[in-house]
């Protein structure tokens, strides 16, 4: 019996867990369902001895054990197949095994290391061959390995993170049965996921997470899959008002006519974008909503050009896009990305030189090639006011401002003298209620201006309270819905693959 | 160069395998330090640092042995640097090697300096003694098989050694749990954390081993081959094992094939240029119209051309070149 009790942790002011208790019974696959962000994985990097709890306990077999360490986790019988894969892609399957779970540094027992590969892969109807390079088989197969893995370290207790992430249907088809025969032989299964079929066709007893705290925890079939949807998204909250969105629509100023794109590599089965149609017209706002890694950062990137589109169209204003360097192509839009300090600020620079960056070509802003300084400081000081950036000065560097005010500032700077088209993906994590509600105001009043705004937005309560239409990614497909003719909990269950035709 | 009594073939065999020990020395230990992730340019200025320890060692103490002994430590001293500033500080391993390579010329002068004084000083010779350093040993018996035996079994004591450390180097690679941990480190670091294996750790053993090679393929340059030193003496050869090593794609076989290429294309040049061979007046004739800066070009040229060929074809380590922050 496994015991996590009261288990709470925090990073930097955000609860990622908030006194979590789970009892999982041995020889049980346990399902764990929740959104990208409610603690899954959190959860079971603290299992694993990655992260350190702030508060609670884990128990195992009525002991208490602290898992300071992997290496303490598969003392104890813990194994993790983590969504990236541990493996050394140059060695053979062999010769992983005995890295990973040898103990001596003499003479590789190849012979023996063999027999225990295939017997085990052969207990579980797989076909494994242990001499193969690992580098040289598909995600699925190395996922057998790394499952093999960290069974003969040992493992009684066997965590899988999203591992149908990574898998075709056919090879989910596989592993489900390999889990069940495993928990028959007396391993225990913790199955992370947040996609319900797959729990339900894999488990015994789910849990559901959101935002940190477990919502329900249970046998499988006790609720039906909608009332786990609902589980999973939770009821809205209070969300600032954000002004009438304006009754007719413009121009079309961004327009997407199948637009597919193929994928990355042969092991992922779905393309990234599958026949995206999707128009934007002046003033009003696209929410898409989805559960992560669905398409949206394909779908971002193809707008951009960062990511070639094999078939259809990408057009700005009516113009064609395909033509058009990259760089050009980017200051077609302003963009809030989802990534600020990756991709929106330059944090080595000062606060008003990441103001600039979008202007700072403009002949107000230079003079024989040089920058003119009371030009670019008026600017950012009037930037700085009427967006309200907390700071010390205009000069302080970037890294000195809070998280908010950063997003103040990426916002001001891509939301300055009224854009056409506006991408913002996910604007307001990880921001308090109120700069939250500074975000959306804002995305509002660009609206309110004429501004066509595609908003990706994994909140789904902020997207419903600012879309006036909202669409749908899920598997690459980009779903008109009926919104708000439909209830939110009908968009739900379409995000989670159910039902998608019925809203 | 006395070739009397030997065929030019059998010649320029010898030949080629005396000028590519120091290279599979060298490349042996940049091979493993490379595998596990860590690329040392400073591989030449290991072998200079190698050759003046080696040669000044020798020369004090009058004792071959002991200054191949001091090359070693030279060159693990050194490298222990290396280790220090780019294993363990996380340095940029390539701006991190072109300084061991600078630090390696001002070094070897420097000591080159002292070691003259001393020895004028001490109203001793400069150079070694003849019985100083070592002579080329010939296996009884299998040293007069006809071409092979003096190619093969009438070399220097560092060849026969580099060739036997080829072999254990193999075998610990592709038969022991360290060869597998060995050749993860530098394509799956996380893969050996996750084990349990400091990468940090077994990277810097990597790279002492490989300073311990390249001091002493710098001892062969300076107390066997030529009984000299020159503060450019390693000319370059340094560079080539790093080239080498890709060369052959991280493998013993393709290196020491690698070796032996480079080694005979630099030992014909080599022969070109200093024997008038009448029996070969035919050859010499049509050559002597090629200037003989073209001859010394071509080993470089041919390491160049199989870079470009091959560096596409094999990537190599995936982590080669960054530092494991861990």
């Given at each position: 019996?496994l015991s996590i009790?009261?288990i709470?942790?925090?990073?930097?002011?955000?609860?990622?867990l908030?006194?979590v208790s789970l009892a999982i019974a041995p020889g049980s696959v346990q399902g764990i369902l929740g959104e990208n962000g409610a603690g899954k994985t959190t959860l079971m990097n603290i299992l694993f001895?990655?992260?350190?709890?702030?508060?609670?306990?884990?128990?195992?077999?009525?002991?208490?054990?602290?898992?300071?360490?992997?290496?303490?986790?598969?003392?104890?019988?813990i194994g993790m197949v983590h969504q990236?894969?541990?493996?050394?892609?140059?060695?053979?399957?062999?010769?992983?095994?005995?890295?990973?779970?040898?103990?001596?540094?003499?003479?590789?027992?190849?012979?023996?290391?063999?027999?225990?590969?295939?017997?085990?892969?052969?207990?579980l109807?797989?076909?494994?061959?242990?001499?193969?390079?690992?580098?040289?088989?598909?995600v699925g197969?190395?996922q057998r390995?790394e499952i093999?893995?960290a069974?003969?370290?040992?493992g009684?207790i066997l965590i899988l993170d999203e591992p149908t992430a990574v898998l075709t249907p056919q090879e989910v088809d596989e592993l489900i049965p390999a889990v069940r025969s495993l928990a028959r032989s007396g391993i225990t299964v913790i199955f992370i996921s947040h996609k319900l079929s797959e729990v339900n066709r894999m488990c015994d007893r789910i849990a559901v997470l959101r935002r940190g705290e477990l919502v329900f925890a249970g046998p499988i079939g006790e609720l039906s899959a909608e009332e786990i949807a609902q589980h999973m998204l939770g009821?809205?909250?209070?969300?600032?008002?954000?002004?009438?969105?304006?009754?007719?629509?413009?121009?079309?100023?961004?327009?997407?006519?199948?637009?597919?794109?193929?994928?990355?590599?042969?092991?992922r089965y779905k393309?990234?974008?599958?026949?995206?149609?999707?128009?934007?017209?002046?003033?009003?706002?696209?929410?898409?909503a989805g559960v992560e890694g669905n398409?949206?950062?394909?779908?971002?990137?193809?707008?951009?050009?960062?990511?070639?589109?094999?078939?259809?169209?990408?057009?700005?204003?009516?113009?064609?896009?395909?033509?058009?360097?990259?760089?050009?192509?980017?200051?077609?839009?302003?963009?809030?990305?989802?990534?600020?300090?990756?991709?929106?600020?330059?944090?080595?620079?000062?606060?008003?030189?990441?103001?600039?960056?979008?202007?700072?070509?403009?002949?107000?802003?230079?003079?024989?090639?040089?920058?003119?300084?009371?030009?670019?400081?008026?600017?950012?000081?009037?930037?700085?006011?009427?967006?309200?950036?907390?700071?010390?000065?205009?000069?302080?560097?970037?890294?000195?401002?809070?998280?908010?005010?950063?997003?103040?500032?990426?916002?001001?700077?891509?939301?300055?003298?009224?854009?056409?088209?506006?991408?913002?993906?996910?604007?307001?994590?990880?921001?308090?209620?109120?700069?939250?509600?500074?975000?959306?105001?804002?995305?509002?009043?660009?609206?309110?201006?004429?501004?066509?705004?595609?908003?990706?937005?994994s909140?789904l309560?902020?997207?419903?309270?600012?879309?006036?239409?909202?669409?749908v990614m899920y598997a690459?497909?980009?779903?008109?819905?009926?919104?708000?003719?439909?209830?939110?909990e009908a968009i739900g269950r379409m995000m989670m693959g159910i039902t998608p035709?019925a809203? | 160069?006395?070739?009397?009594?030997?065929?030019?073939?059998?010649?320029?065999?010898?030949?080629?395998?005396?000028?590519?020990?120091?290279?599979?020395?060298?490349?042996?230990?940049?091979?493993?330090?490379?595998?596990?992730?860590?690329?040392?340019?400073?591989?030449?200025?290991?072998?200079?640092?190698?050759?003046?320890?080696?040669?000044?060692?020798?020369?004090?103490?009058?004792?071959?042995?002991?200054?191949?002994?001091?090359?070693?430590?030279?060159?693990?001293?050194?490298?222990?640097?290396?280790?220090?500033?780019?294993?363990?500080?996380?340095?940029?391993?390539?701006?991190?090697?072109?300084?061991?390579?600078?630090?390696?010329?001002?070094?070897?002068?420097?000591?080159?300096?002292?070691?003259?004084?001393?020895?004028?000083?001490?109203?001793?010779?400069?150079?070694?003694?003849?019985?100083?350093?070592?002579?080329?040993?010939?296996?009884?018996?299998?040293?007069?098989?006809?071409?092979?035996?003096?190619?093969?079994?009438?070399?220097?004591?560092?060849?026969?050694?580099?060739?036997?450390?080829?072999?254990?180097?193999?075998?610990?690679?592709?038969?022991?749990?360290?060869?597998?941990?060995?050749?993860?480190?530098?394509?799956?670091?996380?893969?050996?954390?996750?084990?349990?294996?400091?990468?940090?750790?077994?990277?810097?053993?990597?790279?002492?081993?490989?300073?311990?090679?390249?001091?002493?393929?710098?001892?062969?340059?300076?107390?066997?081959?030529?009984?000299?030193?020159?503060?450019?003496?390693?000319?370059?050869?340094?560079?080539?094992?790093?080239?080498?090593?890709?060369?052959?794609?991280?493998?013993?076989?393709?290196?020491?094939?690698?070796?032996?290429?480079?080694?005979?294309?630099?030992?014909?040049?080599?022969?070109?240029?200093?024997?008038?061979?009448?029996?070969?007046?035919?050859?010499?004739?049509?050559?002597?119209?090629?200037?003989?800066?073209?001859?010394?070009?071509?080993?470089?040229?041919?390491?160049?051309?199989?870079?470009?060929?091959?560096?596409?074809?094999?990537?190599?380590?995936?982590?080669?070149?960054?530092?494991?922050?861990?």
């Amino acid at each position: 019996m496994l015991s996590i009790e009261n288990i709470s942790k925090a990073f930097g002011g955000v609860q990622a867990l908030n006194n979590v208790s789970l009892a999982i019974a041995p020889g049980s696959v346990q399902g764990i369902l929740g959104e990208n962000g409610a603690g899954k994985t959190t959860l079971m990097n603290i299992l694993f001895g990655l992260i350190r709890p702030d508060r609670g306990q884990i128990r195992l077999n009525g002991q208490t054990v602290v898992v300071r360490s992997p290496r303490v986790a598969q003392k104890i019988g813990i194994g993790m197949v983590h969504q990236h894969f541990k493996l050394a892609p140059a060695l053979s399957v062999t010769d992983n095994l005995a890295l990973a779970v040898g103990r001596n540094f003499g003479l590789l027992h190849r012979a023996s290391f063999r027999y225990r590969i295939t017997s085990l892969a052969r207990s579980l109807h797989w076909a494994v061959d242990p001499d193969s390079v690992v580098g040289q088989l598909n995600v699925g197969q190395q996922q057998r390995v790394e499952i093999i893995k960290a069974l003969l370290g040992g493992g009684k207790i066997l965590i899988l993170d999203e591992p149908t992430a990574v898998l075709t249907p056919q090879e989910v088809d596989e592993l489900i049965p390999a889990v069940r025969s495993l928990a028959r032989s007396g391993i225990t299964v913790i199955f992370i996921s947040h996609k319900l079929s797959e729990v339900n066709r894999m488990c015994d007893r789910i849990a559901v997470l959101r935002r940190g705290e477990l919502v329900f925890a249970g046998p499988i079939g006790e609720l039906s899959a909608e009332e786990i949807a609902q589980h999973m998204l939770g009821s809205p909250g209070a969300l600032p008002s954000l002004g009438a969105s304006s009754a007719s629509p413009g121009l079309v100023r961004l327009h997407l006519s199948r637009v597919c794109c193929p994928l990355p590599d042969t092991h992922r089965y779905k393309p990234l974008l599958d026949n995206i149609e999707l128009s934007v017209r002046a003033g009003e706002i696209v929410g898409v909503a989805g559960v992560e890694g669905n398409g949206q950062t394909a779908l971002i990137d193809a707008i951009l050009g960062s990511l070639p589109i094999s078939s259809g169209v990408i057009m700005v204003e009516g113009s064609d896009l395909a033509h058009l360097a990259n760089f050009r192509r980017a200051r077609q839009f302003a963009c809030i990305p989802e990534d600020r300090q990756g991709q929106g600020l330059v944090l080595s620079l000062s606060l008003t030189a990441n103001l600039m960056l979008r202007s700072y070509r403009n002949p107000e802003f230079k003079r024989f090639g040089l920058r003119r300084v009371a030009a670019w400081r008026a600017r950012a000081t009037m930037l700085i006011r009427s967006f309200d950036i907390r700071c010390a000065g205009v000069e302080v560097p970037i890294q000195s401002l809070s998280g908010g005010n950063q997003q103040k500032a990426l916002i001001a700077r891509e939301l300055h003298g009224n854009p056409p088209v506006i991408l913002a993906i996910n604007p307001t994590r990880g921001l308090d209620i109120g700069a939250t509600a500074f975000v959306l105001q804002q995305l509002a009043a660009a609206r309110q201006r004429g501004a066509g705004i595609l908003l990706i937005h994994s909140d789904l309560d902020e997207l419903l309270a600012i879309s006036d239409r909202v669409m749908v990614m899920y598997a690459g497909q980009l779903l008109p819905t009926n919104w708000p003719a439909v209830d939110r909990e009908a968009i739900g269950r379409m995000m989670m693959g159910i039902t998608p035709q019925a809203a | 160069m006395n070739i009397s009594g030997e065929s030019l073939g059998t010649f320029l065999a010898r030949q080629t395998v005396q000028a590519a020990t120091p290279l599979i020395l060298a490349g042996l230990g940049e091979l493993l330090a490379e595998l596990t992730g860590v690329i040392n340019i400073g591989i030449e200025g290991l072998m200079l640092i190698g050759c003046i320890a080696g040669y000044a060692a020798a020369g004090i103490s009058g004792s071959g042995g002991v200054g191949l002994g001091a090359a070693i430590l030279a060159g693990m001293g050194t490298a222990a640097i290396f280790a220090g500033v780019t294993v363990w500080s996380a340095a940029d391993q390539i701006v991190a090697g072109a300084a061991v390579n600078i630090l390696a010329v001002g070094a070897s002068g420097l000591a080159w300096f002292f070691y003259q004084n001393a020895r004028q000083a001490a109203h001793r010779s400069v150079s070694l003694g003849r019985h100083v350093g070592f002579q080329s040993v010939a296996i009884p018996g299998l040293s007069r098989i006809p071409f092979f035996g003096p190619m093969l079994f009438d070399q220097y004591m560092l060849f026969y050694a580099a060739i036997i450390l080829a072999v254990l180097i193999w075998l610990l690679l592709h038969y022991t749990r360290t060869g597998a941990i060995l050749r993860a480190l530098g394509d799956a670091p996380e893969a050996c954390q996750a084990a349990g294996i400091s990468v940090r750790t077994w990277r810097t053993g990597a790279v002492l081993f490989a300073g311990a090679c390249a001091g002493a393929a710098g001892a062969y340059l300076s107390i066997m081959r030529t009984h000299a030193f020159a503060s450019d003496m390693t000319g370059g050869q340094g560079f080539v094992v790093l080239s080498l090593v890709i060369f052959g794609r991280w493998n013993i076989p393709g290196l020491i094939a690698g070796c032996l290429l480079f080694g005979g294309i630099n030992s014909l040049q080599q022969t070109l240029q200093t024997t008038r061979y009448t029996s070969h007046a035919t050859l010499m004739h049509a050559l002597q119209h090629i200037p003989f800066e073209f001859f010394q070009m071509l080993p470089y040229v041919v390491a160049l051309l199989a870079l470009a060929t091959l560096s596409r074809s094999s990537p190599g380590p995936r982590y080669l070149g960054q530092a494991w922050k861990q």
